[in-house]
């Protein structure tokens, strides 16, 4: 089983549209969580870190449900721009990440 | 927010040649680096883990004789792909955690073997 496991993609939706990202990871000593967007042939980039309490950046809403070892991320109203892929990733302590095979998400107009 | 900078941002050597990637932090000193490789359509693979002063932690299946890892200072951790082949043809990446949470990412060097 992998460490960091997401959903199969790709997702191709219209602008506009609500897409929503799960992520699992199997190691319950991970000590905290993020999603990073990669664009084609570029360096990750953090979009945001997730919480137990859920947090909220403008169209992005991440959660995180330690008991089930769950993380999901949500997009609202998707722009042409949000294409890219979305990497789901474990922090296991001291900056040493776990990165989940990405989800490739493409918006179309 | 940190940075991170890696060097050259794409090589193309000659098989059996060895190549020499430098991760330097620019604004905070990082004990501790992280090299990835990540091939096409795939995830971000970490190699190794780079200690400054140290040896580095090399993951599983990680030959750490072919990719050498040296962290002699606190901003400069190198990675060197020794006797290159084209399976060895990827993206490298190298990361830095300057507080231990998020980590900063140089921006990758595309390296093909010809």
């Known amino acids: 089983r992998k460490e960091v496991e997401q959903d199969p993609g790709p997702f191709n939706v219209p602008e506009g549209a609500t897409v929503a990202f799960n992520c699992t990871y199997s190691?319950?000593?991970?000590?905290?969580f993020f999603w990073y967007r990669q664009d084609c042939r570029k360096e990750p980039k953090l979009l945001m870190s997730?919480?137990?309490s859920g947090n909220e950046d403008g169209r992005f809403t991440a959660q995180l449900n330690r008991a089930s070892q769950y993380i999901s991320l949500l997009i609202r109203d998707s722009k042409l721009s949000d294409s890219a892929t979305y990497l789901c990733?474990?922090?296991?302590?001291?900056?040493?990440?776990?990165f989940g095979q990405g989800t490739e998400l493409s918006v179309k107009p | 927010g940190a940075v991170v900078s890696q060097h050259p941002s794409w090589v193309i050597c000659k098989s059996g040649t060895s190549v020499k990637i430098e991760c330097r932090s620019l604004?905070?000193?990082?004990?501790?680096m992280f090299w990835y490789r990540q091939f096409p359509k795939q995830s971000l693979m970490l190699m190794a883990t780079?200690?400054?002063?140290?040896?580095?932690?090399?993951e599983q299946g990680v030959e750490k004789d072919k990719f050498l890892i040296n962290h002699a200072s606190l901003t400069l951790s190198t990675l060197t792909v020794t006797s290159a082949h084209p399976e060895d043809s990827s993206f490298y990446i190298c990361?830095?955690?300057?507080?231990?949470?998020?980590?900063?990412f140089g921006q990758g060097t595309r390296l093909t073997v010809v």
């Open positions: 990361s830095a955690s300057p507080l231990g949470a998020e980590a900063f």
């Open positions: 190691n319950s000593a991970s000590q905290s």
């Open positions: 997730v919480y137990s």
């Open positions: 990733v474990v922090n296991m302590g001291g900056g040493k990440l776990i």
């Open positions: 604004d905070f000193q990082a004990t501790t």
């Open positions: 780079s200690n400054e002063g140290s040896k580095a932690t090399y």
